[in-house]
């Protein structure tokens, strides 16, 4: 996947930690539910933990599938807390999602600043009040777009 490119170039400066891309997994089956054709965010968490890399800070599922959470009809990514997973979900990122033209650029930065997102609450940080700030809560690609992929003063990460 290109975005895996793309988000290993652009973490690292944000996050000051290397990034290194992972063997693929498959998605488990037991995630999806099939009446919603969406996976749930906490099952692919869980089956991210079975599928650990020790060896890593923190573990990034990015997933090509549309997840969910229960009370959301979709999630953009979802973090396990506490804990050291996160899961991305990329095809609400694609403006071709919404029948629109795709574009790639805006499509592989929404999902850098996302998962820049999943990786801040790892890392204790709440949503923050900032619309520019990468916690600001996305109810929307609106919301994704006008914010930057970085954290604002607020955010302090560990070294
Ligand atoms: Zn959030
Ligand atoms: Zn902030």
């Known amino acids: 996947m290109a975005v895996l490119t793309h988000l290993q170039r652009g973490l690292p400066s944000i996050l000051k930690r290397d990034v290194i891309i992972g063997a693929a997994i498959p998605l488990p089956k037991t995630a999806l539910v099939a ?58 990122f694609r403006d071709s999602f919404g029948g629109r033209p795709e574009n790639v650029a805006r499509f592989q930065d929404r999902a850098l600043k996302e998962t820049v997102h999943e990786l801040g609450h790892t890392f204790g940080f709440e949503h923050c009040p900032n619309r520019k700030c990468v916690m600001h809560f996305s109810n929307s690609l609106g919301d994704t777009d006008y914010k930057d992929a970085q954290f604002c003063e607020r955010e302090r990460l560990p070294e």
């Open 35 to 92: 009446s919603r054709n969406q996976y749930l965010g906490s099952a692919l968490l869980d089956d991210l933990e079975r599928h650990d890399v020790p060896q890593a800070e923190r573990v990034v599922g990015v997933i090509d599938a549309d997840a969910f959470a229960p009370g959301l009809n979709f999630i953009f990514g979802q973090a396990k807390l506490p804990g050291r997973y996160a899961v991305v979900a990329l095809p609400r």
